[in-house]
């Protein structure tokens, strides 16, 4: 595993070096699902540089991509933490790679389960948290969901479940951007507001902005939020993050990145990302 500064510039340079990776491996295989992969970088980067322990022992905690289709984000973080090689990474979406386009348990060192059916997620996390509760194991188990995937009932049915057994163990994410395929959430089903609907499920909730790494470290690093609660952090985010072209823009859940397009946002990348609290 690869050294690097834990503290915040340290944490932007290594969400930096992972976009462009994300832009490479879009580019090359001509993949979509860009715009929501961009917006969950940063809080992949605080979790796996930052929080989990992901240490190869039956004591790891545990991560779980319920939004699958964002699986080159994690496969980006996992090679930058050294789960596998560039060479590998590179590989994405081509004929014979085993990175495909959604998340795929044994596809890739660090994957914890088949993921991109929406709304799955959470149920696979919950049952992964009660086993180590009965196992008396200390690991705790984090599930990123995007906010469109809330509109599935089987969510509403893991959180009602995680509730019941006392799941303090079990920390979802909702990557908040705002944005489904074809247009707006709040159109296609307004979920707000997410903290009264969740606290009303018996969830210990806070909210941070999705891109400021202090926030999503200091409540990150606090779980869980109450004892005997599972815990949701609500990180409000911006679909396409980091590229002036892609950001706020819901078509970007499904173009690919023409030449012209990736020189760009490399060059942006390189040039203009950073976080307000650089």
């Not at 690097?4 to 290594?14: A, E, T, Y």
């Not at 984000?73 to 990175?99: H, I």
Request: with cysteine; aromatic share 8%.
């Amino acid at each position: 595993m690869n050294k690097f500064d834990k503290g915040v510039g340290g944490l932007i340079s290594q969400a930096k070096e992972i976009r462009k990776k994300l832009l490479k491996i879009m580019y090359k295989s001509g993949g979509s699902h860009i715009g929501g992969s961009l917006s969950c970088v940063d809080i992949l980067t605080v979790l796996y540089f930052k929080v989990l322990s992901v240490k190869r022992s039956m004591q790891r905690d545990r991560f779980i991509l319920s939004k699958g289709h964002a699986v080159a984000a994690l496969y980006s973080v996992l090679c930058e933490k050294g789960f596998f090689s560039t060479r590998k990474l590179y590989t994405y979406c081509g004929e014979g790679s085993t990175l495909a386009g959604h998340s795929t348990l044994n596809s890739a060192a660090g994957i914890e389960s088949t993921t991109g059916s929406l709304g799955h997620g959470l149920s696979i996390g919950a049952g992964m948290a009660l086993a180590g509760k009965n196992d008396k194991r200390k690991y705790k188990v984090f599930v990123l969901m995007g906010d469109g995937e809330c509109n599935e009932g089987s969510v509403w049915e893991a959180a009602l479940f995680a509730a019941q057994h006392k799941l303090d163990n079990l920390v979802a994410i909702i990557d908040n951007n705002k944005l489904q395929g074809l247009g707006e959430g709040r159109h296609i089903m307004n979920l707000e507001p997410l903290e009264k609907k969740w606290q009303s499920f018996g969830w210990s909730t806070q909210r941070v902005d999705g891109h400021n790494f202090k926030e999503l470290d200091q409540a990150l690093s606090s779980v869980p939020f109450q004892a005997q609660k599972p815990s949701i952090l609500i990180a409000d985010t911006v679909k396409g993050k980091g590229i002036s072209f892609m950001e706020g823009r819901y078509e970007w859940h499904y173009k690919s990145l023409n030449l012209d397009q990736y020189n760009q946002g490399v060059k942006e990348t390189d040039e203009k990302y950073c976080n307000k609290n650089s």
